[in-house]
């Protein structure tokens, strides 16, 4: 008993052993708790939050990149089935026989309606198709003889519906004839379908231009 006083007195502290350390460090993490120079280490839980906050931050950009060219690709398919159609229906207006004969403002009518969403105009309607670029997801019509070429026609074949009336060329467009005797026209559809995901845009020269085209006989 005398000798554990004089070591108290002397400042001598006596050894704890590792249990009752143990006990200290749980009984502190407890609590939420704890004195100057007990474990101050991160919870593993929140080390394993950054963990998965980097990760996220780097594999994002690739997903994203993905998500969008998905949406692109979808976009694309799509208008090229659809643009296909409209030309087709189109055609259909153009050599259809009726009380009233058809003419190029019927044919762009019903190109417009199967277009939804995307403007049509039909600067030249009978040409000549050019390799000029629409508009930002805008499309061009021509009504045209198969196999038009990519000049001005003064003194073309049959390229109008019958409902046209004859015209002289004007500047960068084509004349106008109209078609009779069965003979074929030829509807073709220029779209200009812009692109969102970046590196798809950059490759793609940042737009695709999607061409469709279709002969039928008129029906007068």
Same mark, same amino acid.
């Given at each position: ?94 050599? *259809?026989?009726?009380?009233? /004969? ?6 762009? +009518? $019903?190109?417009?309606?199967? &277009? #939804?969403? !995307? ?70 559809? *220029?779209?200009?379908?812009? /692109? ?6 950059? +490759? $793609?020269?940042?737009?695709? &231009? #999607?061409? !469709? ?8």
């Amino acid at each position: 008993m005398n000798k554990t006083r004089h070591r108290v007195k002397a400042g001598f502290i006596p050894a704890v052993t590792a249990p009752a350390i143990t006990r200290r460090l749980q009984a502190s993490r407890r609590t939420g708790g704890g004195s100057a120079g007990e474990d101050l280490r991160p919870h593993p839980r929140s080390s394993q939050r950054s963990q998965a906050l980097i990760e996220f931050a780097l594999v994002s950009p690739v997903l994203l990149l993905l998500l969008f060219g998905i949406v692109d690709i979808g976009r694309a398919v799509f208008y090229y089935d659809t643009v296909n159609h409209a030309a087709r229906e189109g055609a259909r207006t153009a050599v *259809r026989a009726s009380a009233q /004969l058809p003419a190029n403002a019927d044919v762009l +009518a $019903t190109v417009t309606s199967q &277009l #939804i969403g !995307a403007p049509v105009t039909a600067p030249c309607p009978q040409g000549p198709i050019t390799s000029a670029t629409p508009p930002d997801n805008a499309a061009w019509l021509y009504i045209t003889e198969p196999g038009p070429p990519a000049t001005v026609e003064t003194t073309p074949p049959p390229n109008a519906p019958g409902g046209e009336y004859p015209a002289a060329a004007t500047g960068s467009c084509s004349a106008v004839n109209p078609a009779g005797g069965n003979q074929q026209l030829q509807v073709t559809i *220029r779209f200009n379908l812009i /692109l969102i995901t970046p590196v798809i845009a950059q +490759a $793609t020269a940042n737009h695709i &231009l #999607i061409t !469709a085209s279709a002969i039928f006989r008129t029906e007068y």
